[in-house]
């Protein structure tokens, strides 16, 4: 993959972030040393972002993002990537003063993707915070 700068994007309705879509705004990253500095950013407020490559992720102070399709606030639509929460994001499903009983739906989900890391993530008021069912690469179990 070629470089990838920071640059902002606002996640909409059901938005998809693909490889190339990046400008050459940098941020800084002093919390998170050992990170790329030239990662995508991107602002999640609203379910269903399908993320595909590396990238940090913002969630303004505050926000809740409920799934209420049950697919996923984040998911992760490609194997082999990275993403960091910024400092101070939180991933929050349901109100600050809700019952667990009251959370529905998933925070992140990883389905069929391999060497997915997450870094940093905080995650509340979902009934379940990350679920990812096992990826096979396609080169898995050749000698």
Do not use: W
């Not at 990238?55 to 809740?64: A, K, L, S």
Request: aromatic residues 4%; contains cysteine.
């Amino acid at each position: 993959m070629g470089q990838i700068l920071g640059s902002l994007v606002q996640a909409g309705a059901s938005p998809t972030i693909r490889a190339g879509q990046s400008d050459a705004r940098e941020f800084e990253t002093s919390d998170l040393d050992h990170v790329k500095l030239n990662l995508l950013l991107i602002k999640v407020t609203a379910p269903d972002t399908v993320i595909t490559q590396s990238c940090r992720v913002v969630i303004p102070p505050g926000t809740v993002i409920q799934d209420v399709r049950n697919r996923g606030v984040i998911v992760v639509g490609a194997p082999d990537i990275e993403i960091v929460f910024a400092k101070g994001s939180v991933l929050r499903g349901s109100p600050a003063g809700a019952r667990p009983d009251e959370y529905r739906g998933y925070g992140i989900r990883v389905n069929g993707q391999t060497g997915v890391t997450i870094r940093g993530a905080r995650i509340s008021g979902f009934l379940v915070r990350s679920v990812g069912n096992q990826g096979r690469r396609p080169d898995a179990g050749r000698h």
